[in-house]
């Protein structure tokens, strides 16, 4: 795994643009990227979690409602067996072309509809048409050979449409073998049924095609596992057995993500359920091999999230649509109202010698096996956050790649570690999805500098204004000088508003250091100063920026010629 180093860059399959998309990425824009990643010496593709996703207006990629199904969002519609060409423009019936905020955010009601309108024309013509007839003894071949994980999804969709809802508890019908029945009952609900198991042929023929063309243009294509699955799902309902319900999966206050206030006291409420593992081992892991045997299918390497949930995982005794309730008590007050149950650590914390060894013991033999699912596979481990001092050796032992992000690497003198230190079995990145690409970082961190500038010189300011002004000026000039030493830029070159030339030395330091994959995100190779997602908030523009340009027009760029150079000069380069 070693001995080739890596670029890469983040690329979510919704962000990405193409003429006659319908709206949102899909898979014939991440083939068009696969060349563009081929042409320009980046390595690797890093996307986000691509199973399938509820109906919600814009839906987290992290609360998918099957840990194997795929989205057919993503489908390319010309690909499609049966579908009409050329194909339609948006029919006049649909909702308005975007929502408020532009042609750049993906509007996932209107896409959907498009899409689903296309599908279904499709697929009578699929079913009726003798040209489609070898074609549909593939697809009832393929039926066959996938067994109960398509069954129950499809049985899921059946029932969540005639009920409006993912949230199953919600359903009048709780026992799975009834529910069974009842979505093959009617000719209508066996109609949609099938219809369902279609488009999940539909995307593993589609996604078969982009692994094999991302095969033979030697790049790699990067997964993403979550530590959860929600509760809103398929597993959940047919599989309810293998989760803790009583608990909501999550993480602790770490004084990050200040713009929702339940998340900066109390922590992140995922809403996943905790898994029982002791269950889960007795039926020899069968969810968990499942999960990853069909992820390799489509990827070469993979991102585990929050893989520090492996060894013990922050909970919440209540569920996410509870927060305001819990938002203004105390931690006692809110234990009463949960029966003296209390946010923390399980299956155990780590404040005792003991706990912390058995939290390890535990982490490494569930990783170790996860591992073995689908060996050969690159992994990645996302290990941000509160992270015991266990883990990360650990991680190192099992060939588990663990995240650097150069000014959260400091040492006991606070001097940030150089890149040339790092780990190699590691992942150098400045940002990840959750938070602000670096140049609205840099910007945010210079203007408190700036404002502390003008503040001394304001007579008008109390002393208790002037001292907040100047401590947060200097944690913000204190981050700014860190990545300045890192990058080697002399003080008057990185106490600016973010520019070119810092953008270049900072990227540099990055793809010299010794990890063996070093990314960042479209938006920071591309200068769009753009969020992709605000943790604690929902709504708004999180999951939904797109690209304003396509892979050919990124091509003639000159961050494209840029991040080539750059590849080429730290010897990431595919060329070498």
């Not at 994980?149 to 949230?167: K, M, P, Q």
Request: with cysteine; charged share 25%; hydrophobic share 40%.
């Amino acid at each position: 795994m070693l001995k080739q180093r890596f670029t890469g860059v983040l690329m979510p399959l919704f962000s990405l643009r193409r003429e006659n998309d319908g709206g949102i990425g899909d898979l014939t824009a991440l083939e068009q990227w696969i060349d563009w990643a081929a042409d320009h010496g980046v390595g690797f593709l890093q996307l986000l979690p691509v199973n399938a996703l509820g109906d919600d207006d814009a839906p987290s990629p992290y609360s998918a409602i099957s840990s194997v199904a795929l989205e057919p969002l993503y489908l390319s519609m010309e690909r499609v067996p049966g579908m009409e060409l050329p194909l339609p423009t948006y029919p006049e019936d649909l909702p308005p072309l975007q929502l408020p905020g532009g042609r750049d955010l993906v509007d996932y009601s209107r896409a959907r509809a498009y899409k689903h309108h296309l599908l279904n024309k499709a697929w009578g013509h699929f079913r009726e048409d003798d040209v489609w007839a070898a074609a549909r003894e593939e697809f009832a071949a393929w039926v066959q050979s996938e067994g109960q994980w398509l069954e129950d999804y499809a049985c899921f969709r059946v029932l969540s449409i005639a009920y409006g809802t993912t949230n199953w508890w919600l359903w009048p019908v709780q026992d799975v073998e009834l529910a069974r029945r009842l979505a093959s009952e009617s000719r209508q609900a066996c109609d949609q049924k099938l219809y369902q198991q279609w488009l999940q042929w539909l995307c593993a023929r589609e996604w078969a095609m982009v692994r094999t063309h991302a095969d033979a243009r030697g790049v790699l294509l990067m997964g993403d596992v979550p530590i959860g699955i929600s509760v809103a799902s398929s597993d959940v309902f047919f599989e309810r057995y293998l989760f803790d319900m009583e608990w909501s999966g999550g993480a602790p206050a770490e004084g990050n993500f200040a713009e929702d206030p339940f998340t900066a006291k109390w922590g992140q409420n995922w809403g996943i359920p905790l898994y029982r593992w002791e269950v889960m081992e007795a039926n020899g892991f069968a969810w968990w091999n499942r999960r990853i045997r069909k992820l390799a299918e489509i990827f070469s390497m993979y991102r585990i999230d929050h893989v520090l949930g492996f060894y013990r995982i922050y909970a919440f005794p209540w569920m996410p649509d509870r927060n305001p309730e819990f938002l203004p008590l105390s931690p006692d007050e809110a234990a009463a109202r949960c029966g003296g149950r209390r946010p923390g650590f399980r299956p155990r914390p780590d404040w005792e010698p003991a706990d912390r060894r058995a939290n390890l013991m535990q982490g490494d033999r569930l990783l170790s096996l996860l591992l073995k699912a689908a060996p050969g596979l690159r992994v990645v481990g996302e290990d941000l956050g509160c992270v015991p001092d266990y883990v990360r050796p650990d991680l190192s032992r099992l060939r588990i790649a663990g995240f650097k992000i150069p000014h959260w690497e400091i040492d006991e003198n606070q001097r940030i570690v150089r890149g040339q230190t790092y780990n190699p079995c590691s992942f150098a990145t400045y940002a990840t999805h959750d938070f602000p690409p670096l140049c609205l970082d840099w910007d945010e961190w210079f203007s408190h500098v700036q404002r502390a500038r003008e503040a001394v010189k304001d007579s008008s300011l109390s002393g208790a204004e002037l001292r907040a002004i100047l401590r947060t000026a200097k944690d913000c000039g204190r981050v700014l000088a860190w990545l300045g030493d890192y990058a080697n830029l002399p003080l008057e070159k990185f106490l600016q508003a973010w520019n070119p030339e810092i953008k270049d030395a900072l990227y540099r330091a990055l793809y010299a250091c010794r990890s063996v994959y070093a990314a960042m995100m479209w938006t920071e190779l591309f200068d769009v100063p753009v969020r992709l997602n605000t943790p604690g908030t929902e709504g708004g523009s999180n999951w939904r920026p797109r690209m304003p340009f396509t892979a050919a027009q990124a091509a003639a760029m000159p961050q494209s010629r840029w991040i080539r150079e750059v590849s080429e000069a730290s010897h990431r380069s595919l060329s070498k």
